[in-house]
């Protein structure tokens, strides 16, 4: 995965025309889209490849199943043209290894723990050793939240030079250049962008809020 | 949800007419139609409603993303037609209460423990505080494995009259008729189904197997 403007958007829009408007008003100023299944649902599987020809895609199917269905997915997720794939290690380090085996060139990112208050019931705890099956099963990198910034470098020790994703900047209370100091590779921006009236603009800012907070390192 | 035959159809097939031929095949045998991810990033969403043309449809989409998150797939999935979702409780209890709220009429079944080996790392030594939290959130059932049938019975006593169902059938090891003897309300079935050269006859052997450990209770 680059990482020129350490951005990734989190496409969270269900309609179809608008998702691709937003997706081509700043594919350049993000190192990679993220969708989720709602905008699949509400559309269809051809739009993971629509939108991996403006950007790389970034399938946040947050997979969490039997070693073949986790399989099986992921080779749809790359037969659909997509770059990354978020899976959960919760079911299982053979689930988690089936993943990453079957992802070949695509990325696949291991959630940590959630930036939702739910989040710390079950997944926070269990953050460092999720972290650990994601260096163990040859992930790409992991998913830890902005909105808790002192786990994201509890992380980073823990998976060394592997990618960090964060998201929970924005709309869920997290700081770009907060996330970005404490060791985040990429910022999951989300509404920010999407959810105002000029989404270039809102992108442009929020990249050189992360460029500032980089060049400070 | 319909207690006939207790027998649901896990369709894991990814193969569009292959899945339609087989549902239109057993549709009569089965109380539901389970189908995963797998089978609609191969084809689309449409599938859904297709098959909810046969029989009721449960999509097993193990959801597990932030309250907003889950609450938009469930909408999506109600949407397309089906008549139940699985849904994950780790991601927390905020997660949870917005996927059956969301659901309305459609059945939420929440994940106790998970049928194979890596299932026994983190959601088995959790599977009765999942087994609760199905209950407090008003959930229509859960889903216990019938490879570990003495979990079925310790699943039965915290969710009360809640649906139990029950998969790892056939293939994964486990006995349809020692799943209903130890309280499961319906058996899910796939590769001994589909995966049979002649799967109405194999729908047919294994419902009267049901039948019969359900005479005997």
Request: glycine share 8%.
């Amino acid at each position: 995965m680059k990482k020129n403007t350490r951005m990734v958007l989190a496409l969270d829009e269900t309609d179809e025309s608008r998702a691709l408007k937003i997706a081509d008003e700043v594919a350049d100023l993000v190192d990679a889209i993220k969708i989720n299944w709602p905008l699949v649902l509400s559309t269809s599987p051809e739009m993971i490849t629509r939108l991996s020809h403006l950007c790389p895609v970034i399938c946040d199917f947050k997979i969490a199943d039997i070693p073949n269905t986790d399989r099986l997915i992921v080779e749809q997720v790359r037969r659909r043209g997509a770059s990354g794939v978020i899976v959960h290690a919760f079911t299982g380090s053979d689930s988690l290894s089936a993943a990453v085996k079957a992802a070949e060139d695509l990325d696949v990112f291991v959630v940590t723990e959630m930036s939702h208050p739910g989040g710390r019931e079950f997944t926070a705890p269990l953050a460092e050793r999720f972290a650990g099956m994601a260096v163990e099963a040859g992930a790409a990198g992991v998913i830890a939240p902005a909105t808790r910034p002192e786990s994201i470098a509890r992380v980073r020790n823990i998976v060394g030079d592997l990618l960090i994703l964060t998201p929970g900047v924005g709309a869920q209370g997290g700081s770009a250049s907060d996330a970005i100091s404490m060791g985040a590779d990429h910022v999951i921006v989300g509404r920010s962008i999407y959810g105002s009236p000029m989404p270039r603009e809102a992108a442009e800012k929020l990249a050189k809020e992360i460029r500032q907070a980089a060049q400070a390192l």
